[in-house]
Every structure is written in structure tokens, then in C-alpha cells.
């Protein structure tokens, strides 16, 4: 199982940045998906998940009405839009998933919002 995290990057407050997630190694589209971050000097939380075949994703409180998590099952990728980013958005993210009851991360991608 391989996950790969891209789209990080600096921005200013207020802007946005996607992020994707190309997954393999696994049967993409059998698998429920979630991003996850963390912040320098706290513990991971989870962001956003989607389930494998669409229903309602969830999100954490404070980025509902902001962020939006979606899926490609044709590319095997997840996605993470994150628009008015807020200072407090800066972590670095990780891709998760769960295949055979064990969990996978990815490396993570940094995201830094700062004027």
C-alpha cells in the first residue's frame, strides 16, 4: 500500500490550496479514505473522511463550510479543497486509509497559512 500526499504549500490567509492523495497497492475503491493533520506541538486529528462508495463525508468542526473532501475512484486518488484558510490550517497532512484492518499514512505534505 502506497499513499502519496502533493498539493501543499505556503498561502496567504483567506486563500485556498487542494490537495490529492494518489493511493495504490490496494482496491481504491473498496476503502473508506480521510485526510488527518498536524500542528507543530500537538497530537493528529482528523480532518475530513469519505466512505468507498460516496454517502455523506465527515468533517471536523472546525473546518466544516470550508474544506470539501471528494474521490476519484477512476484515478485512485482523494482530494482535500481547502478555501478561507486561517492561520490555525498550518500542520502538515496526511492521507489515511484502512485495507485489511490495518492502517496506512502517508508522508504527509505541509501546509503553511501566513501573510
Known amino acids: 500500500v502506497q499513499l502519496v500526499e502533493s498539493g501543499g504549500g505556503l498561502v496567504q490567509p483567506g486563500g485556498s490550496l487542494r490537495l490529492s492523495c494518489a493511493a495504490s497497492?490496494?482496491?481504491?475503491?473498496?476503502?473508506?479514505m480521510s485526510w488527518y493533520r498536524q500542528a507543530p506541538g500537538k497530537g493528529r486529528e482528523l480532518v475530513a473522511s469519505?466512505?468507498?462508495?460516496?454517502?455523506?463525508?465527515n468533517y471536523a468542526d472546525s473546518v466544516k463550510g470550508r474544506f470539501t473532501i471528494s474521490r476519484d475512484n477512476a484515478k485512485n486518488t482523494v482530494y482535500l479543497q481547502m478555501n478561507s484558510l486561517k492561520p490555525e490550517d498550518t500542520a502538515v497532512y496526511y492521507c489515511?486509509?484502512?485495507?485489511?484492518?490495518?492502517?496506512?499514512w502517508g508522508q504527509g505534505t505541509q501546509v503553511t497559512v501566513s501573510s
Open positions: 489515511y486509509a484502512v485495507w485489511r484492518l490495518i492502517g496506512y
Open positions: 497497492g490496494f482496491t481504491f475503491s473498496s476503502s473508506a
Open positions: 469519505i466512505g468507498s462508495v460516496g454517502g455523506m463525508p
